[in-house]
Nanobody, 124 residues
Framework: QVQLVESGGGLVQAGGSLRLSCAAS????????MGWFRQAPGKEREFVAT????????HYADSVKGRFTISRDNAKNTMYLQMNSLKPEDTAVYYC?????????????????WGQGTQVTVSS
């Protein structure tokens, strides 16, 4: 059974940091691009960041550029999202996902496997 499991969410004050992890099991995703998405209450799920299969290239939503860093460790079958300078508007459920391609991809439809999500709450 293929699973993606996020961890590391929680409650943090504005300006603080969190590091999310996404552990894969059931198969390796070392040949797949992966990404992070988020969904705030009453809003659609939105793209946050993506990383190629090798980790050599990354791409970010404008709203998180310069504050968030996506990375991966294929030996551990794990992906990360380091979130710094957090703002209240970053509050959402964060999802990790594996794409059907090796290249960077920002559209939800290209992501085949999804985790269950982890809550991030940033207080002002």
């Amino acid at each position: 059974q293929v699973q993606l499991v996020e961890s590391g969410g929680g409650l943090v004050q504005a300006g603080g940091s969190l590091r999310l992890s996404c552990a894969a099991s059931g198969r390796t995703f070392s040949s797949n691009a992966m990404g992070w998405f988020r969904q705030a209450p009453g809003k659609e799920r939105e793209f946050v960041a993506t990383i190629t299969w090798s980790g050599a290239s990354t791409h970010y939503a404008d709203s998180v550029k310069g504050r968030f860093t996506i990375s991966r460790d294929n030996a551990k079958n794990t992906m990360y999202l380091q979130m710094n300078s957090l703002k209240p508007e970053d509050t959402a459920v964060y999802y990790c996902a594996a794409a059907d391609t090796r290249a960077l991809v920002t559209t939800i439809i290209r992501y085949r496997y999804w985790g269950q999500g982890t809550q991030v709450t940033v207080s002002s």
